[in-house]
């Protein structure tokens, strides 16, 4: 990296990317060792009709991957063990490792529930070099938690990041400072944020294969091809990433799906289905303090088709009745009477600060309510308290990835890559 650029950047910064190993699958290992060395897939039940969520290693070794349909995967896999998944023993871990994390320097930016970027550069006095401090995080993550988490250590978020995941699993990948340019060289240039299918497809023009090739070509170059990403692409390509670490960042939406195990064409189930999500994306929303202003219906029909409506809500609110009653109304504008859905979802969006919530009339009645049913909830489990509307025909609950936060790089599955 030239002096000019580190001068652009400002001081050199030592930056963890940490990511939990197949984390899903993992913790139903951690849980029930009998499946250790089997192939555990997460996401549904044998023969369902939902998609996989996580996939143990030796699941891949079949082929199985995130977002594949269910019955793809028993196809691939037959051996395999399906498990429909938990989310709440998911998140209980995730909060646990992130405390872990935390206990080396208060900048951890979580990107999901498995995996966050940590700035360390201000904890060597206490903790030793950013290499030193990941081999005390795997440790400790290992002994506390029962997990294997890779990490990757540099001067920047990018390099990081593609360091953990270049030796999964149990990686611990070292970029020297100075050397960011050199360590991309040889790799894939898929490996670079910003660099799908089609910018691949126009990079081969070039002859671009490999990290290194589209470092050898002009930031004019690439700018005439790819106008202002262009540049963005030269700089990464040399290992310049100037993006700084954003702690506990807040989710952008709140939302749960469910996947029927039979196309649903009754708009009476689907309602019944949507006052079940709603109940829990308020019970989240609660959790994490926040308030919706508007809401997302999702609707996939058979064959594949999805379509996503959203409305405005009357106020920012945390309670499931006006995000039910929201839904409701844009299912029954979207539905096609007699056409059969097979999956319905609702997500909170236009999230605020719960704290700077007007209290309506009503509104503090019903927020002391909602505390009161949580609590039970937490206490006695999810199913422990509901609505009387729900218990007849009641929709069992599928697994559904959760929160959605913001993310440093490209889109990825919830399970690590």
């Not at 039940?45 to 969520?53: C, D, I, T």
């Not at 399906?82 to 994390?101: A, K, N, T």
């Not at 935390?102 to 930016?109: A, D, F």
């Amino acid at each position: 990296m030239s002096d000019a650029h580190q001068r652009l950047i400002g001081p050199r910064r030592s930056i963890l990317h940490a990511d939990l190993d197949a984390f899903y699958a993992s913790v139903e290992v951690l849980d029930d060792p009998s499946l250790r060395d089997r192939p555990v897939i997460v996401g549904g039940a044998r023969g369902e009709r939902g998609v996989v969520s996580a996939a143990s290693y030796e699941a891949r070794r079949f082929g199985v991957h995130s977002a594949m349909p269910i019955r793809t995967a028993e196809r691939l896999c037959p051996t395999g063990v399906f498990l429909p998944g938990r989310p709440d023993r998911y998140r209980q871990l995730s909060e646990q490792v992130m405390g872990i994390f935390r206990s080396y320097t208060p900048l951890v930016e979580p990107i999901s529930l498995d995996e966050a970027f940590l700035d360390v550069t201000g904890s060597a006095a206490a903790f030793g070099d950013g290499e030193a401090i990941a081999r005390q995080i795997k440790s400790r993550v290992l002994d506390e938690a029962g997990l294997v988490v890779s990490v990757g250590v540099a001067s920047n978020k990018l390099c990081a990041k593609v360091a953990s995941d270049l030796r999964k699993p149990n990686a611990l990948v070292v970029v020297p400072p100075g050397e960011e340019a050199a360590f991309l060289a040889p790799l894939p240039v898929s490996r670079l944020w910003g660099v799908g299918p089609k910018a691949q497809q126009a990079l081969r023009d070039f002859g671009v294969q490999r990290i290194g090739d589209l470092a050898a070509l002009s930031e004019a170059t690439l700018q005439r091809r790819f106008g202002q990403h262009g540049g963005e692409l030269a700089r990464r390509a040399q290992g310049i990433d100037p993006s700084r670490l954003v702690p506990s960042q807040a989710p952008k939406s709140i939302g749960h799906e469910h996947t029927f195990e039979h196309d649903v064409v009754d708009g009476r189930f689907l309602e019944a289905t949507l006052l079940d999500l709603a109940e829990s994306v308020a019970t989240r929303l609660r959790r994490h303090h926040m308030a919706a202003g508007a809401v997302q219906l999702k609707l996939r029909y058979e064959g594949f088709e999805t379509l996503t409506r959203q409305a405005p809500l009357p106020h920012q609110t945390r309670d499931s009745e006006p995000l039910y009653a929201a839904a409701v109304e844009l299912l029954r504008r979207t539905l096609v009477p007699g056409r059969a859905v097979r999956l319905v979802g609702l997500t909170a969006i236009n999230l605020a600060d719960a704290q700077q919530l007007t209290l309506f009339d009503g509104v503090d009645r019903d927020e002391r309510l909602s505390a009161s049913i949580d609590s039970v909830r937490e206490r006695f489990g999810e199913n422990a308290i509901t609505r009387a509307r729900l218990l007849t025909d009641r929709p069992r609950r599928r697994f559904d990835f959760g929160e959605r936060p913001n993310k440093a790089g490209p889109a990825r599955d919830a399970e690590d890559a």
